[in-house]
Nanobody
Framework: QVQLVESGGGLVQAGGSLRLSCAAS????????MGWYRQAPGKQRELVAL???????NYADSVKGRFTISRDNAKNTVYLQMNSLKPDDTAVYVC????????????????WGRGTQVTVSS
């Protein structure tokens, strides 16, 4: 099985920064895309940022220019550097691994972390 464990969430004032990390563990051969989603109370889960194994990135319009996603393929780890945080960024941030290929297992699967709370105070 694959486990995704997030870290780095917390409480920060508006304008501050946080760095989230997510490490995937298990019998992983390759993860095609890793990403961060977020869900605020009463709202649907939304994509924040996605990064392919080759480094191509995609961001939600609301975070462009403020957030940066990166990954270490050797460590199966993805990061999210969040700068100039706003109260609207308050949410549970969930890590994802898409198109994961496991050893001795055909096909690809998606996996999700449990999430880490980010709270931005005004």
């Amino acid at each position: 099985q694959v486990q995704l464990v997030e870290s780095g969430g917390g409480l920060v004032q508006a304008g501050g920064s946080l760095r989230l990390s997510c490490a995937a563990s298990g019998s992983i051969l390759r993860i095609n895309a890793m990403g961060w989603y977020r869900q605020a109370p009463g709202k649907q889960r939304e994509l924040v940022a996605l990064i392919l194994s080759g480094g191509t990135t995609n961001y939600a319009d609301s975070v462009k220019g403020r957030f940066t996603i990166s990954r270490d393929n050797a460590k199966n780890t993805v990061y999210l550097q969040m700068n100039s945080l706003k109260p609207d960024d308050t949410a549970v941030y969930v890590c994802s691994a898409h198109g994961t290929v496991l050893t001795y297992t055909p096909g690809m699967r998606d996996y999700w972390g449990r999430g880490t709370q980010v709270t931005v105070s005004s």
